[in-house]
Every structure is written in structure tokens, then in C-alpha cells.
């Protein structure tokens, strides 16, 4: 009988240290692809409709969103006049369908307003001219992101581009931004 007690001690021991042992790696497993719920980013982003410029998110659980801006007056590049003024303004609204430490998929809609004034010299009228400029683009689509800290983004949609004016078109875009993420927690 003290033989019988002695094994079944034993084979319950190793049994109970098994199924602490497997909820150890299963718990550390969970900790390597932990989900980062709710974050701030800040980067750059290039799009038709998602924006142009610096760009910040922010992730609350599922839902996300992203403002992106820059002015730019003058001559940026070298070979624009001087007497140039352009915005670009964008709110987009995201919602992640898949969500790990490294990588997220969402879906987007995003609005982007775009606004230029040139000051051009009239030779009739023998002065400066402003003319101001609208566009307005919006669209959908899909997204992904690769990254832990420095996070590459890619975006593919539709999008509909001078929305108010009778020449808008509509065809595919692609957007792309690179983000440093600020803080995240769980």
C-alpha cells in the first residue's frame, strides 16, 4: 500500500509539473506576440488621399485614426516660384481586423483636402494676381503595417480625386508612410 502511494504521489507530481510547465511557455508565447491596443505614432506619410506630410496616429484597441498636414511656402525644391503657398490637410479613420506585435491589417477612409494659392503677375492688369486652388480627394481601402517600434506602412485602395469639380476621376491609389511608435500599452 505504501508502495501504491509512493507512485501515485509521484505521477501526480510530474503530471501537475507538466501542466505548469506547458502554461509557462504557452503564457510566454502570448508575451512574444503580445497585442499593442492602444498606441501613439508619429511619422511621415505619402497619399492621394491619405495625406501628405508629418502624420500622427493614434490606436484605441480596433478603431484608429490619423492626421496628417504640411504647409509649404516658397520654393521648397528649387524649382517652384516663390510666390507659392500649399496645404495639404488629411483625417483618416481606420479599424484593425488583425493585430499582433509586429504586424496589423486594417481597412481605411480617408479625406484629404489639398489647397494652393499662387500669386502670378498680370501683364493686362499690370499687377499681382492670387489664384487659389481646391482639391478634395477621399477613399477606401486596405492596409498594412510591418514593425515594432519603427513601423512601415502600406495602403491600396479606390479613391475618388477633385471630388467638387466637374473633371473628378476615380481610379486605384497607394499610399505609404513610415511611423515611430510614442508609447503603446495593453
Known amino acids: 500500500m505504501k508502495n501504491l502511494l509512493h507512485k501515485t ?3 501526480l507530481f510530474f503530471v501537475a509539473f507538466a ?3 506547458e502554461a509557462q511557455i504557452e503564457r510566454d508565447k502570448n508575451a512574444e506576440n503580445e497585442i499593442i491596443n492602444y498606441s501613439e505614432e508619429f511619422g511621415v506619410h505619402l497619399g492621394a488621399v491619405t495625406g501628405l506630410g508629418l502624420s500622427y496616429r493614434h490606436w484605441h484597441q480596433n478603431f484608429g ?11 521648397f525644391l528649387g524649382n517652384m516660384p516663390d510666390n ?3 496645404l495639404s490637410t488629411a483625417l483618416t479613420g481606420m479599424y484593425s ?8 491589417l486594417y481597412g481605411y477612409f480617408g479625406n ?3 489647397y494652393q494659392q499662387i500669386s502670378e503677375w498680370d501683364k493686362n492688369l499690370q499687377q499681382d494676381v492670387v489664384v487659389d486652388e481646391y482639391r478634395y480627394n477621399m477613399g477606401f ?7 515594432k517600434m519603427v513601423r512601415f506602412t502600406i495602403m491600396i485602395g479606390y479613391a475618388g480625386y477633385n471630388m467638387f469639380k466637374r473633371n473628378y476621376s476615380i481610379s486605384p491609389t497607394g499610399e505609404m508612410g513610415v511611423y515611430f511608435k510614442l508609447k503603446g500599452r495593453n
Open 9 to 11: 504521489f509521484w505521477v
Open 19 to 21: 501542466t505548469l510547465s
Open 65 to 75: 485614426i490619423q492626421l496628417t498636414a504640411s504647409p509649404i511656402k516658397g520654393d
Open 84 to 86: 507659392v503657398f500649399f
Open 97 to 104: 481586423f488583425k493585430n499582433t506585435k509586429y504586424i496589423r
Open 112 to 114: 484629404h483636402l489639398l
Open 141 to 147: 481601402g486596405c492596409g498594412f503595417e510591418v514593425g
